[in-house]
Nanobody, 126 residues
Framework: QVQVDESGGDSVETGGSLRLTCVVS??????????MAWFRKGPAKKREWIAG????GESYADSAKGRFTISRDKLTMYLQMNSLQPEDTAMYYC?????????????????????WGKGTQVTVSS
């Protein structure tokens, strides 16, 4: 059974940094070339795509560019978040699209991803 688990969320002050981790379990890592992405849902906001992978590298939402860095090692994915602002306060989710390899091009909308974690809370205080 495939499972997705996030960790690393915490409460920090404005300007602080956090590193989120996502682990996909229940599959062999030789199948690790599928699409994964980070999403977040802030208070009274819709869940939004933050960062993911494309055949030519990483891709980011405008809100994350220059501050967040996504990386991956097989079935483990990370999100390094620097210069955090109060508007980054949200539940952060890891998503996996096991049926789509990265070389095919990854999507950036929720419906494309079939496995989700429960989320990890990031709170940034001013």
């Amino acid at each position: 059974q495939v499972q997705v688990d996030e960790s690393g969320g915490d409460s920090v002050e404005t300007g602080g940094s956090l590193r989120l981790t996502c682990v996909v379990s229940g599959i062999e890592d030789l199948y690790a070339g599928f699409c994964m992405a980070w999403f977040r849902k802030g208070p009274a906001k819709k869940r939004e795509w933050i960062a993911g992978f494309q055949p030519n590298g990483e891709s980011y939402a405008d809100s994350a560019k220059g501050r967040f860095t996504i990386s991956r090692d097989k079935l483990t994915m990370y999100l390094q978040m620097n210069s955090l602002q109060p508007e980054d306060t949200a539940m952060y989710y890891c998503a996996a699209d096991l049926g789509r390899p990265i070389w095919h091009g990854c999507q950036d909308h929720e419906a494309a991803f079939d496995y989700w974690g429960k989320g990890t809370q990031v709170t940034v205080s001013s």
